[in-house]
């Protein structure tokens, strides 16, 4: 089938290179003139299959009234009037139960183990150099009660093939030196050894690169402005340099996809949450961690990507609900840079720190949205919030596997667009 893909981040191009391994004809369109220039550009950069459970946890509900009222709150609430916003947010104080955080992070974990797999599959088939590698992953925490909780959700993903281990204060010094400047505030952590790093934007590059010389052809800086419809299928998109015609269109393109199915009364429940990163160089002689640290305490990530074009680190954190502008504010970036600087004071020269804002396309309870939209010929690949790099390779195949009428390695109903927990605002007219 000749199949239009709308989105050029890891979501899309994973879909592409996909479905273009399965013997389809594959268009990727995209408004930004490169491929992984949006949500994918500085992402976290961590590929955290292990670490997927969702925002919608128990507590979280608490914690985020204090949170929205703090300036320097890594969550914040900017009140707007747009029934979009609230409507997600009561939909995601409803998942915030423990019946739903646990059944939504074992249907996450499988996810994540078969993006791992695909992740794994693809490097064997492919040479991609997008800083990628294997340097495990430590959680820190500075409460003894916060602690004991990971530790629970430890033995919950122990029963579904995670291997972490509970370490103390001591034994996270040991594995990371970097973490010197936290020692005697620091009450243990969780280790993960099998934990990646890797650029999404270059690994999104990287498969153009592969893409380009197989057929696939890409369409940059072209905003796909509506769909086309031939009895009642979808048929293609308008664009304002004319119509795009496929036999089959795939939305991957984030919180846009919201406004293209908006005039066909179907609601994605998919708000925009507003992250923030800063990309460090890193010298020879700097004290930077070698392995993917998260700071709890500050719901900070950071992630080292080292390859012949030299060393970076990564730091990604924050989460403002305040609409669809990427904006950076000053004042949110101090706040990251001051806090990743006070963790890591010999990380590099932080006032060379290189500063980006993204949009993750998020829904309330925190699973991607993949399969079938509703309407025939138009499928989803959305959704992803800030887990796009670690689960986007798994719903690319998802998604291959139901266009050609397989049996997919994984139950989709969980991702599907219609499932429980986002099931009132699904049906609702727009």
Known sequence: MRILVIGAGVAGMTAAYSLTQSGHQVTVLDREPLAGNGASFANGAQLSYSYVAPLAAPGVAKKALGWMLDAEAPLRLHPRLEPAQWRWLLDFLRCCTAER?????????????????????????????????????????????????????????????????????????????????????????????????????RFCQELRRVLAPQGVEFLFGRNALGL??????????????GPLH????????????????????????????????????????????????????????????????????????????????????????????????????????WTQARSWAGLRPATPDGKPIIGASGIPGLWLNVGHGALGFTLAPATAQLLTDMIDGQAPALDPAPFALRRPTTAQSVAAPA
């Not at 993903?157 to 936290?182: I, K, M, N, T, Y």
């Not at 066909?264 to 949450?273: K, N, S, V």
């Not at 074009?309 to 989460?319: D, K, N, P, T, Y």
């Open 246 to 349: 496929a036999d089959a269109v795939v939305l991957a393109g984030g919180a846009a996809a919201v406004h293209l199915l908006r005039p066909h009364g179907i609601r994605l429940p998919i708000y925009p949450l507003r992250g923030y990163s800063l990309t460090l160089p890193v010298a020879a002689h700097h004290l930077s961690p070698r392995i993917s640290i998260t700071d709890s305490h500050h719901k900070i990530v950071y992630a080292p990507l080292q390859d012949r074009h030299g060393h970076q680190l990564r730091v990604a954190g924050m989460v403002d609900l305040a609409g669809e502008k990427a904006e950076q504010p000053a004042r949110r970036l101090a706040t990251l840079s001051r806090q990743a600087e006070a963790s890591f004071p010999a990380a590099g020269d």
């Open 101 to 201: 955080f646990e059944a939504t992070t074992v249907e996450l974990l499988g996810l994540g183990a078969y993006s791992r797999r695909m992740v794994h599959n693809l490097l064997q088939r492919e040479a991609l150099e997008f800083a990628w590698a294997v340097n495990g992953k430590l959680v820190v925490y500075r409460d003894e009660k916060e602690l004991a909780g990971a530790a629970e959700v430890v033995r919950l993903q122990a029963r579904h093939g995670s291997e972490q281990a509970v370490l103390d204060a001591g034994e996270c010094l040991a594995l990371e030196p970097a973490l010197e400047a936290l020692r005697g505030v620091l009450a243990g952590g969780i280790h993960t050894p099998s934990e990646e790093v890797g650029d999404a934007h």
């Open 228 to 241: 086309l419809l031939q009895n009642g299928a979808a048929r293609g998109v308008t664009t304002v340099e």
